[in-house]
């Protein structure tokens, strides 16, 4: 692990900057559809106290036509600073659940323009915006004129190989008066396939005035320093490196105030917080929550003998009570003596 640069160290020491907000972290946590509830935020928000957090991403439209909000865009006051995130690509619609997310305690609105999905896509949203500059810098005017946050965008570096606009995309995004752009450095054919372009991060970086963020295979506090070496980014965004793993904004939030590793939890502590996360959607959400949990509880499941098997059990839990002594006996096992998983586990 090379130690920060002085140049980086000292840029990062300052908050990061977004519109009139100050974020005293330069670490994020990724919007992630179906991961990123409460429950998975304050765990993040334990080993990462000042970063910035978002929820899933909502649906403007579902949002214009009902009367309850759902339970997606629920914000805890004590979970700040904290974003929600909004997709769709009605302008008038995205405008009105900006102001609903702001009346729910959103620090930022986080515009998505990039997911893949294709249920998304086909309805014009996500990272079919890409292909429709024009939309998505009406979408941004009017989602600005609508709340008095700063409002941001995450994207892609384009639709395809054959189209990777993110330059002129992220300009028009700045010019519309989004006050932070958020590159993952796929195309949106890639999917999550492929390696991350983080030389299109560093294109993008030059070309704006307001705050970049990189995204894309930030697994370890060590990709993270690399991303923002090679970038020049003003921060990371932590999105899969965090399934199974809510330690890892954290570390890296750590490193970079302190150039101090923290010590990687070990399976014991790794599974005891599973054992917490099934716990807590249990209680937030009822047998909903639990069965939401299954594909937690197996991402946290590996690094240790007998961890396949064990995840192929929790896969399938159907009550809390279920999973909580799968959980038990594995620690049981884990702490008469840890073994290393075997790599094709």
Same mark, same amino acid.
């Given at each position: 692990?090379?130690?920060?640069? $002085?140049? !980086? ?18 670490? !994020? ?16 928000? #334990? /080993? ?31 979970? #700040? ?8 690509? #009605?302008?008038?619609?995205? &405008? ?19 997911? $893949? ?15 429709? $500059? ?32 993110? !330059? *002129? ?15 993952? @450095? ?5 999917? /999550? ?8 991060? &560093? ?29 020049? &980014? ?28 923290? $010590? ?19 209680? /937030?959400? @009822?047998? #909903? ?38 959980? *038990? ?9 840890? %073994?290393?998983?075997?790599? %094709?586990?």
């Amino acid at each position: 692990m090379l130690p920060l640069s $002085p140049s !980086l160290q000292a840029r990062l020491s300052q908050p990061l900057k977004i519109g009139s907000l100050e974020v005293k972290s330069r670490v !994020l946590q990724s919007p992630l559809s179906g991961v990123t509830d409460m429950v998975f935020r304050r765990l993040v928000r #334990r /080993y990462a106290p000042e970063s910035m957090m978002y929820t899933e991403m909502v649906n403007a439209t579902g949002l214009h036509y009902v009367r309850q909000l759902p339970k997606i865009m629920e914000v805890d006051p004590s979970e #700040r600073p904290i974003s929600i995130q909004l997709f769709d690509c #009605r302008p008038d619609f995205l &405008a009105e659940a900006a102001v609903k997310a702001v009346a729910e305690g959103a620090d930022t609105v986080d515009i998505n323009m990039g997911c $893949p999905v294709n249920k998304i896509t086909k309805n014009g949203g996500g990272s079919s915006l890409l292909r429709q $500059p024009d939309v998505a810098e009406a979408i941004v005017q009017e989602v600005v004129k609508a709340v008095d946050v700063p409002v941001t965008v995450k994207t892609r570096i384009g639709w395809n190989d054959q189209e990777i606009t993110i !330059l *002129d995309f992220a300009k028009r995004m700045e010019d519309a008066g989004a006050q932070m752009i958020t590159v993952h @450095g796929r195309t949106r054919a890639q999917g /999550y396939n492929g390696n991350a372009r983080w030389e299109w991060i &560093a294109q993008v970086k030059q070309v704006l005035s307001i705050p970049v963020i990189g995204n894309g295979d930030i697994f370890s506090v060590e990709a993270a320093v690399k991303c923002l070496e090679q970038t020049g &980014a003003d921060g990371v965004m932590c999105s899969r490196g965090t399934f199974g793993y809510p330690f890892l904004v954290g570390e890296v939030d750590h490193f970079l105030k302190t150039g101090e590793l923290l $010590p990687a939890p070990n399976p014991i502590q790794r599974m005891e917080c599973a054992r917490e996360h099934l716990y807590a959607l249990w209680e /937030y959400k @009822g047998d #909903r929550g639990v069965h939401q949990a299954r594909k937690h509880l197996t991402w946290y499941a590996k690094g240790f003998v007998g961890a396949a098997e064990l995840r192929g059990h929790l896969s399938l839990v159907e009550t809390v009570q279920q999973g909580l002594d799968l959980i *038990d006996r594995a620690i049981e096992k884990l702490a008469t003596g840890y %073994e290393p998983e075997d790599e %094709e586990n």
